[in-house]
């Protein structure tokens, strides 16, 4: 059974910074997409940043250029390295696993932006 367990946030005022982290437990990691989502109150879930087995990225366009998505294969850990935060950023951030069988997600994590 695939787990994934977030970290890292909370209240930061806008323009600092917040890095989330995901931890898999259940499955061979590195083959499979890792992912960050988040949803605002009112809002639909919406993509943040992913990154491919080979490291390949992508990101949604409200956070090009502030985020940062990376993985750790041998920790079974994928990472969201947010800089440059805006109160829009508000939201619970979610993290999913995808590929073959699985699209799991986590429980989330509530980052919330404000002065």
């Known amino acids: 059974q695939v787990q994934l367990v977030e970290s890292g946030g909370g209240l930061v005022q806008p323009g600092g910074s917040l890095k989330l982290s995901c931890a898999a437990s259940?499955?061979?990691?590195?083959?499979?997409?890792m992912g960050w989502y988040r949803q605002a109150p009112g809002k639909q879930r919406e993509l943040v940043a992913t990154?491919?087995?080979?490291?390949?990225?992508n990101y949604g366009d409200s956070v090009k250029g502030r985020f940062t998505i990376s993985r750790d294969n041998a920790k079974k850990t994928v990472y969201l390295q947010m800089n440059s935060l805006k109160p829009e950023d508000t939201a619970v951030y979610y993290c999913?696993?995808?590929?073959?069988?699985?699209?799991?997600w986590g429980q989330g994590t509530q980052v919330t932006v404000s002065a």
């Open positions: 999913n696993l995808r590929g073959g069988p699985f699209n799991n």
């Open positions: 259940g499955t061979i990691f590195s083959i499979y997409v």
């Open positions: 990154i491919t087995s080979v490291y390949t990225t």
